[in-house]
């Protein structure tokens, strides 16, 4: 009985562990992963398997890119990495059954993968170190299946250089666990374990760096005693992942030492470790998992695949506070038409909130330049782009990157640069299909015209060139709407600018420009409220009475007023009241 329970419960730990792993990246965390997708371009090419296997540790660096690029589909992408977690369970639970064969104690198997599972919820940890890992466990197993002492002998002295060359600094894993195994399970002394296996060993680990430093020059050594690249930051350390290593060393020799009872199943043991792989799961969320970048990283997924109604649904759960996430709801507003009508319904956190100012970043400068992609401003949006591409601290490609500098270039009628960047998402998996669409606008104007999107945008983007400048915005915008009055975008976005920096002056006079050029049934909610502001500035003259302006719009600013002039202390109450107008963002919003 206790025979066929142990059977299940040991079978049962891997589907629930890669199970639990794959809801987890591919439902509620999955935006960062989505991230990471578009931060590499993956090409299935012959030069590009070279240029990464010829670096020590490329081939991790490879095969993490290829697990890295099935997440343009989230569930995919998670079940990919999944696998790898579960891979390595199983290594390591063959390692300990190798040293002891102690099925009570085989839930501490889990907690290598769960550890990893955790750091990997940092954008800047890559999958090449879950492969790394996977590949050395791997190795010890096939070490510990070889049963001439002779013949493992000289296998782990020759796979050390051919595993650092392959997976790079994980090969310690492999320095380390067949010694180690071989002096607690009593194979072998422990003064012959030191200093015939371990320490050769280590010298032959520590020398590889030093010979790669020797035939690559162009790298300082630390270079080589972190290669691999598991960390985004290639020469920077990451202790969190170094502790994910030598559990995978400390849990399988641990088995050494606990204890047995052969009788009975002792579920007390599997309660103890459940408890443990929980608290790692905790720790590891609680210090890994950033809920505001996976919301930042939400939100420019949505707006680079264009789905502007879930980014609404996002904001009406919970409303955005920082100016990328804010700036990206404006957009999806715009997008959908109800930019006028709804802004001041959701936080406002100032002109930054409408179009951020450019930070030197891999991240944010895409998100800026989707909105000024969609405003027309075309050379702006590429420029961006380009900044964002140069800032991937691993001085890798980006598809995203690559497929908008296609987009631009083709909108902008520079046919061959178009057609250099589809030449390299044609390798892609993923990306193969929309350059083989794409391709077919190459030298035909008429056809880019007539698309939906490129043939609008050429018609918005401006006829000549002007000095772009963060400090003058609206006068840019005001330039896009004078150049192509169609384009309520700009339009919108220019009056959104100026109530935005409360100046209810420039506000007026851009209104105007768009009288007889934007069409609205009705003056939208946000242009009453500043309209029905400047006129009771003016002490309700009827001559000088907007048009359009509401009788309604006006009671419920003289509500609000008369609220705001009888409190001393009157924004709690305002804001319970009157907190989705934009007299409430003109006297408190942006503090």
Known sequence: MKKHITIALDWGISPVLGISVWLFFAVFYRHHWHYQEQMQLFLFT????MEQIVKPGGLSVYLGGFFTQFFYDSFSGAFGLSLLLVFMQRLVADTANHISRKPDWRLLSCIPPLLYACFLCNEDVL?????????????VALYNRIGNPKVRRVFFFLMIPVLYFLIGMGAFVFVLLPPLTEWVRKTRSAAAVWLCMLLPGLLIFACMTYLMKFFMVQYPVERYWLAGDYYRFVNAASLYFLSAFLTAVIIPLLFAVLPEKKRSIAWWRYGLQLLLCVAVVVWGTMNMADWKKEELMAYDYYARTQKWNSILAMADKEAPSGPFTVSMLNLALAKTGYLPEYMFTY?????????PDFRRDNLQPLMAGEIYYHLGLVNTAQRYTFEAMEAIPDAGKSVRCIKRLVETNLINGRHEVAAKYLSLLKHTLFYRKWAKETKEYLHNEERINAHPEWGTLRAYRPADDFLFSETEKDQ??????QHNPSNRTAYEYLLGFAL???????FQTYYRLGEGAVAYDAPPRSYQEALALIWSQANYEQALKPQGLSDQTVQRLETYR?????HAN?????KQSGGNT?????????K
């Open 127 to 139: 999958i090449s170190g879950t492969v790394a890992l996977v590949s050395a466990t791997a190795t």
């Open 46 to 49: 012959p030069e590009y398997f």
């Open 582 to 590: 934009y007299w409430y963002y003109y006297h408190f919003g942006n």
């Open 562 to 566: 008369n609220t705001f002039t009888s």
């Open 500 to 506: 935005l920096k409360k100046d209810l002056q420039a």
């Open 476 to 481: 840019m915008l005001g330039l896009l709407f």
């Open 570 to 574: 009157p924004e709690l109450l305002l």
């Open 347 to 355: 936080y406002q956190n100032g002109a930054e909130g409408l179009i």
